[in-house]
């Protein structure tokens, strides 16, 4: 018989005690996530039909269902992206392409958006009650919240641009150069369109981002739950209206059950393609190399 | 690098130089919503410096505005209670997660598990918020009322920076040289020997950082804390006691604060988002130093 | 890459920027907007009446939110909101303001359908409030810890409440803190062994909707809008409508046709008292 040494078992169990550690771990978290899962379409399922996602919300939001909010979400949506898109792809080109990292101008913009990735959503919430709805007079308007909304994005828009153009191989410049092509054209033929599916990939992202976004909503696109008539008048987000419907509505949980497994399901389709996207650049840009 | 100031696709000689104003533009105005945020805040805030000395927001009897206390206190450590609380069950449960996905699951297993907590990072506060609102705050009144409590608080957050943990965690780890790992296998370590004795020391400074960003969004969560914590204004005396955080105390009384409440309000905005810059500032700082 | 796929991108950036300027150029679509901001209390009712003007008067837009009283007072003195609902009387530093009276109403405790206490007395309420007494059996109901539901500051129903019982809010010992009326009720329905107090009008109508709540008598009188029409409820008050001037155009259009008698169905239906105005 072999002599067993004592540290030799210790090691054995102490790995083996990790492993079920481990297994416990990812169990529990599994399970709960099937239990919110499993409680969401319970409480929800029945509640879903086309009609729920068409009609507007009566009796505080008990009967009817959720077309005008939709058409809120989708409206703030859109102001945010018109405001962020444009200047976080500006942005995150003079990064990757002109300005070097340790330049001044780098090193602001660079530090600037690391910390207003980090600012919580309710502090763009105050910002924005005070920028937007009071000192530009905009009051409670999709207008105001899209904008606010465009703040949170700046971050995610640029670093995902930036790390798509960024990724874009030297040699492709160098060709550009050596075929005679301007800085100009080399960007807007060349670098863009093969950075093309990581932007998409990080605008989708933000997209995911803004539509679960309510801290900031609160104060600045207000709560009115009809369907709003221009980008000035007050419109309820989708996540908002979950809100209110659990904490405010005695009775209203089987329709914020609803809007939520409309809300997740949304987010879901987001990320697959988001996730397919970012799939596709990566083989492409195996079989380009 | 020479590039052609003039070419057949874009003849325009002003062009580049055109496009260069036009980038620098956005960058400087992207940069530049920072400093208005940062702004607005010190100038809303500014009234009530003013009238009030700082040190009341640390000694006042009470935070009841209206009666004219303004005693931050109770509601920063319900803040930092209810974090530090999420943070302790997050770390084991995501790090447990990440080693999951890294070296204890097959392949398909760990892309299943990958997605799963992915789609978790996804799903927004409100519905944990409403989750824990419907079915956890019942089951802790069930066990010790009242039920909106600190515990839901700590568990709905722990919920919300999982994702975070693992997801950096597991970023961290694969970076690790894999020549690492194949050396700890050729000395016969065992898997949690290799784990403890090479990966973790190699990915520390990404493990640290992840966690202290998620420490960073647990302290700034709103919504989720605002539905299930019970929003009193107090100093905690066990699990089962409700608390305000600061985040969720600017969502209740924005709406209809004036003059020094509402200033006192965006002083707790600017309190809470010094802290967050804080945080990311070190986490940045840690993961510069892990690539240098 | 072809160049169509870059003229593609282009073309979907100029159509970003041109949303974002058409957007922020749009004309407001109504003829006459009006926005009212306060009272949790006053808001489902005038949320009602707006619909039913909007109907009489196409083109027109009401915009009603909550927030509280202090915020209609609030919000009506700079300007945010055209007229602001308030769900108590005028106080004396508030004579700039004009206000308008649309109904009566009253404040009543609530507890869960199923707890056995049928009747409190003052100085019980006070008593449970303030923390001296944490479990129903000293009253005569179950044994078990007795949940607190207050309301927030600013709520006039909070200020109305402890005026009653001559208390300040710093002497409260609450459990669980709310907001709005409804939310209140939620809290109280979901938990068996919760005490809250919020609107009779509020409190009524969701007990007519099913939630398991029930309406204690205050000082021996029943709360019921019956006892506040006759004066005999202890915690009434009046629900206004107020504007920082003198009304004018499509506000006072409004104010006029929110107290009229075209508006008493819709009062009565959130468990309201009409006011006769001549």
């Known amino acids: ?289 | 690098m020479i590039w052609s100031k003039r070419n057949i696709l874009f003849p325009l000689k002003l062009t580049d130089s055109l496009l260069h104003g036009i980038l620098r533009a956005g960058a400087v105005i992207s940069a530049l919503v920072m400093l208005l945020i940062s702004l607005f805040l010190i100038v809303e805030s500014w009234p009530v410096l003013g009238q009030i000395s700082p040190v009341r927001f640390f000694t006042d009897l009470s935070w009841h505005p209206l009666e004219g206390a303004y005693q931050l206190m109770p509601m920063l450590a319900g803040t930092l209670y209810a974090s530090v609380g999420a943070l302790l069950l997050a770390i084991p449960l995501g790090i447990a997660s990440a080693l999951f996905i890294a070296y204890y699951a097959s392949p398909r297993l760990a892309k299943w598990y990958k997605r799963l907590i992915e789609l978790l990072a996804g799903i927004p506060s409100v519905v944990f918020g409403f989750w824990g609102l419907t079915t956890l705050v019942p089951l802790i009144n069930q066990l010790h009322p009242p039920g909106a409590s600190l515990l839901a608080a700590i568990l709905v957050l722990t919920l919300m920076i999982l994702p975070t943990i693992t997801l950096t965690a597991y970023s961290a780890l694969m970076a690790v040289p894999i020549e690492f790992l194949r050396n700890a296998a050729a000395l016969g370590l065992s898997r949690w020997g290799m784990i403890h004795g090479v990966a973790f020391p190699a990915a520390r400074a990404g493990i640290v950082a992840g966690i202290i960003l998620a420490m960073g969004r647990a302290i700034g969560e709103t919504m989720a804390v605002l539905m299930v914590a019970g929003n009193v204004v107090q100093y905690p005396d066990g699990l089962f006691d409700p608390i305000r955080t600061l985040a969720s105390n600017i969502a209740l009384e924005m709406a209809y604060a004036m003059g020094d409440h509402r200033a006192a309000l965006f002083i707790s905005g600017l309190l809470l988002m010094v802290m967050v810059m804080m945080l990311s500032g070190m986490a940045g700082w840690l993961e510069r130093s892990r690539h240098a | 890459m072809s160049m169509s796929d870059s003229k593609k991108f282009l073309l979907i950036c100029i159509t970003f920027f041109v949303l974002g300027f058409g957007g922020l150029t749009c004309a407001n679509a109504a003829s006459g907007r009006l926005v009212l901001t306060g009272s949790s209390t006053v808001a489902p009712l005038v949320g009602e009446m707006a619909r039913r003007f909007e109907t009489m008067n196409p083109g027109v837009r009401i915009d009603v939110q909550t927030g509280g009283t202090s915020r209609g007072i609030n919000d009506t003195r700079n300007g945010t909101a055209d007229i602001g609902m308030v769900s108590r009387a005028l106080k004396p530093d508030e004579t700039d303001l004009h206000a308008f009276t649309i109904a009566l109403d009253g404040i009543s405790i609530i507890l869960h359908a199923n707890n056995p206490v049928t009747a409190l007395s003052k100085q019980q309420i006070i008593d449970i409030y303030t923390g001296k007494i944490t479990n129903w059996k000293s009253v005569g109901g179950a044994d078990a810890r007795i949940t607190v539901v207050n309301k927030a500051e600013g709520r006039s129903t909070l200020e109305l409440f402890l005026h009653y019982l001559e208390l300040k809010n710093s002497q409260i010992r609450p459990h669980a803190i709310i907001g709005d009326n409804p939310q209140g009720i939620k809290t109280v329905a979901g938990n068996p062994n919760a005490i809250g107090y919020v609107s009779i009008g509020a409190a009524e109508y969701e007990a007519e909707r099913g939630a398991p709540i029930k309406l204690l008598p205050l000082d021996g009188v029943d709360a019921t809008i019956a006892n506040v029409r006759n004066g005999t409820f202890p915690l009434s008050r009046p629900l206004n409508l107020i504007t920082s001037r003198e009304p004018q155009g499509l506000a006072r259009h409004f104010i006029e046709f929110a107290r009229s008698l075209q508006t008493h169905d819709l009062v009565e239906a959130q468990y309201f008292v009409p006011v006769e105005v001549n």
């Not at chain 1, 996530?33 to 319970?42: V, Y």
């Not at chain 1, 060349?190 to 995911?208: E, H, M, N």
């Not at chain 1, 739950?225 to 209203?252: C, E, Q, T």
Request: hydrophobic share 60%.
């Open chain 1, 1 to 289: 018989m072999l002599k067993i040494n004592a540290m030799r078992w210790r090691h054995f169990y102490l790995d083996r005690l990790v492993q079920i550690f481990v297994y416990l771990a990812v169990f529990l978290v599994c399970a709960v996530f099937l239990w919110i899962l499993i409680d969401l379409l319970r409480g929800g399922f029945a509640h879903i039909s086309w009609g729920f996602l068409i009609e507007s919300p009566r009796d505080a939001g008990r009967a009817g269902g959720i077309g005008s909010i939709l058409v809120s979400t989708v409206l703030i949506l859109l102001v945010a992206l018109a405001a962020a898109l444009p200047l976080a792809w500006t942005a995150a080109a003079l990064l990757a392409e002109y300005v070097s990292t340790t330049s001044k101008l780098g090193i602001v913009v660079h530090y600037s958006l690391q910390v207003l990735a980090g600012v919580p959503s309710i502090v763009f919430g105050l910002f924005g009650n005070a920028f937007f709805s009071i000192y530009l007079g905009l009051g409670f308007s999709i207008l105001s919240g899209g904008l606010t909304l465009a703040c949170m994005l700046l971050p995610i828009l640029v670093s995902t641009a930036e790390a798509g153009l960024r990724a874009v191989p030297d040699s492709y410049r160098s060709a550009a150069a050596a075929l005679g092509m301007s800085r100009a054209a080399a960007l807007f033929h060349l670098l863009l369109p093969i950075a093309a599916p990581t932007l998409a990939a990080g605008l989708l992202l933000g997209i995911g981002r803004a539509v679960a976004e309510t801290a900031a909503l609160l104060f600045t696109s207000g709560y009115a739950d009809r369907m709003p008539g221009s980008l000035l008048d007050s419109g309820r987000a989708l996540a908002l209206h979950i809100f209110d419907l659990s904490m405010n509505v005695p009775g209203g949980d089987a329709p914020a059950y609803a809007s939520a497994l409309v809300l997740v399901a949304m987010l879901l389709c987001i990320n697959i393609f988001a996730m397919k996207l970012v799939q596709d650049w990566q083989r492409r840009r195996t079989i380009l190399e």
